[in-house]
């Protein structure tokens, strides 16, 4: 029996990718507008690769673009680049189709709701009160909580005691089978693979339980 289902936010919930292209394309244009002196794909590739080697979630992305090809910081360019990313990520930062019909059918039938996330703390708050999502979730447990990353089993051993449920009785859905499924899967949950979110392709999803093409499919199988 389903007892808690444990979500990861990011393209489990939200179009994560897709909010980030969107806003990281604003942010360039804007940037190139306050006299930034490099050709948008110069700027995208650069961005990209410091995405690559520090974390999509690094916060001071703009700040190390221009240390890296000005040699300072200049206040204008930064500016503009936050204010325009801030207004398109606000813009694009929406839920999957049925995730906000779904969750309110699980709260209403007593199911427990977790979050799973590899981001920030303060990151995962934004994004779910800025999608009024915060007053569904009974736990919300992110990397600076554990300080370490799926697929470790510290992250889901720590959700599933706040959350007070045995691994048996608990799902995990997530959009990343090496680190959500296989994560959940060694610590004793089951597992719901959202592929309506996957951004890889070509996963293994072999030891999976459920695969979802919508994540209103997931009200049948805790059912």
């Known amino acids: 029996m389903i007892k808690a289902v444990v979500f990861d936010l990011d393209n489990t919930l939200v179009d994560f990718m897709a909010m980030k292209r969107q806003a990281v394309d604003a942010a360039i244009g804007a940037m190139m507008d306050a006299g930034l002196n490099l050709t948008f794909d110069q700027v995208k590739t650069h961005i990209d690769d410091i995405y690559k080697e520090l974390g999509i979630e690094y916060q001071q992305v703009f700040d190390k673009l221009l240390l890296d090809v000005l040699g300072y910081v200049d206040p204008r360019i930064i500016s503009a680049g936050i204010i325009a990313y801030r207004r398109a990520r606000e813009a694009a930062l929406k839920p999957y189709p049925h995730v906000t019909a779904t969750l309110m059918h699980l709260n209403r039938s007593g199911i427990k709701l977790g979050i799973l996330s590899d981001a920030p703390t303060r990151e995962a708050w934004l994004r779910l009160c800025f999608i009024n999502y915060h007053h569904f979730f009974d736990v919300v447990v992110t990397f600076d909580d554990t300080g370490e990353r799926k697929p470790s089993p510290l992250p889901f051993k ?48 072999s030891d999976v339980d459920y695969v979802l093409s919508d994540i209103k499919q997931l009200l049948d199988i805790v059912a």
């Open 158 to 205: 720590t959700v599933l005691q706040r959350l007070d449920v045995a691994p048996e009785h608990a799902i995990m859905v997530g959009d990343w089978a090496e680190r959500d499924m296989r994560g959940a899967r060694n610590v004793g949950m089951k597992t719901a693979f959202a592929k309506y979110g996957d951004s890889f392709g070509n996963q293994d999803l």
